[in-house]
């Protein structure tokens, strides 16, 4: 992907696509942990990869599936 090509988003999309709260973004943010972010002036925003990676790094697999 190109960096044009990014996708910055806001916490309250952050928060639809994850289902974390935008307050607990915001804590996480302020014990700097949880998904990295850019901030510019006051506006916060999350690229869709590190979003998408901070996902797939809590996905849990439950194996053997049931039968």
Same mark, same amino acid.
């Given at each position: 992907?190109?960096?044009k090509d990014k996708r910055y *988003? /806001? %916490?309250k999309e952050v928060s &639809?696509?994850?289902g974390l709260s @935008?307050? *607990?973004l915001q804590k996480m943010r302020?014990?700097?942990k949880g998904i990295p972010y850019i901030? *510019?002036?006051k506006a @916060?925003?999350? /690229? *869709? %990869?590190d979003v998408q990676a901070f996902m797939e &790094?809590?996905?849990v697999n439950v194996y053997p599936y049931f039968e």
């Amino acid at each position: 992907m190109d960096k044009k090509d990014k996708r910055y *988003l /806001t %916490e309250k999309e952050v928060s &639809a696509i994850t289902g974390l709260s @935008v307050s *607990l973004l915001q804590k996480m943010r302020q014990q700097c942990k949880g998904i990295p972010y850019i901030k *510019l002036g006051k506006a @916060v925003r999350y /690229t *869709l %990869e590190d979003v998408q990676a901070f996902m797939e &790094a809590h996905r849990v697999n439950v194996y053997p599936y049931f039968e």
